[in-house]
T-cell receptor, first 114, second 118 residues
């Protein structure tokens, strides 16, 4: 699979603040997906991106497909406690492919700051 | 509409024992996948299937076997469990793309099976 590097590995959020995370790949992708996993559950798809430069929102979440096609960004605005979880980026298993297999990043763990 | 379901939710095995994990989906998806999740390593693909009766190896297939006798079910087998197979296992499914649609990248996941091998 492709090497996907997510940053940061973990973060603490304070209710109301905006947070960002990103994902970079070793190859050019034609698809970027962002998933969220809550404790004890399977990942759930948040946003799918299919075009370089594309900016897509899902409620308070906004994701962008980087123009280099090797990166993607996810922003959470006005954080709330239920935003905690692990956020994964994912892309096609093979570069420049519409292949049906995905590679996943290691995830960004979001925790609420006490 | 239950989506993707997995049984069992938890299991403890001794080294050398065998077991089968069952995945079922009611969305009529063509593609199905088995992943394992380990701390700090994200999700790694074990095996996948593009249709009934077909299976293929993923990124980490060693020590696992799979079968897809029915379109809605995908079984993951461990013939001789090892402590290195202690993990959380997720099943997922997705549509086959038709007419340029890209929904086959959008995989739907089950709730997971937590397996411990002693």
């Amino acid at each position: 699979g492709q090497q996907l590097n997510q940053s940061p590995q973990s973060m603490f959020i304070q209710e109301g603040e905006d947070v960002s995370m990103n994902c970079t790949s070793s190859s050019i992708f034609n698809t970027w997906l962002w998933y969220k996993q809550e404790p004890g559950e399977g990942p759930v798809l948040l946003i799918a991106l299919y075009k370089a430069g594309e900016l897509t929102s899902n409620g308070r979440l906004t994701a962008q497909f980087g123009i280099t096609r090797k990166d993607s960004f996810l922003n959470i605005s006005a954080s709330i406690p239920s935003d905690v979880g692990i956020y994964f980026c994912a892309g096609p298993f093979l570069p420049r492919s519409n292949d049906y297999k995905l590679s996943f990043g290691a995830g960004t763990t979001v925790t609420v700051r006490a | 509409n239950a989506g993707v379901t997995q049984t069992p939710k938890f299991r403890v095995l001794k080294t050398g024992q065998s077991m089968t994990l069952l995945c079922a989906q009611d969305m009529n998806h063509e593609y199905m996948y088995w992943y394992r999740q380990d701390p700090g390593m994200g999700l790694r693909l074990i095996h996948y299937s593009v249709g009934e009766g077909t299976t293929a190896k993923g990124e980490v297939p060693d020590g696992y076997n799979v079968s897809r006798l029915k379109k809605q079910n995908f079984l993951l087998g461990l013939e001789s469990a090892a402590p290195s197979q202690t993990s959380v296992y997720f099943c997922a499914s997705s549509y086959r793309a038709r007419g340029g649609l890209k929904s086959y990248n959008e995989q739907f996941f089950g709730p997971g099976t937590r397996l411990t091998v002693l």
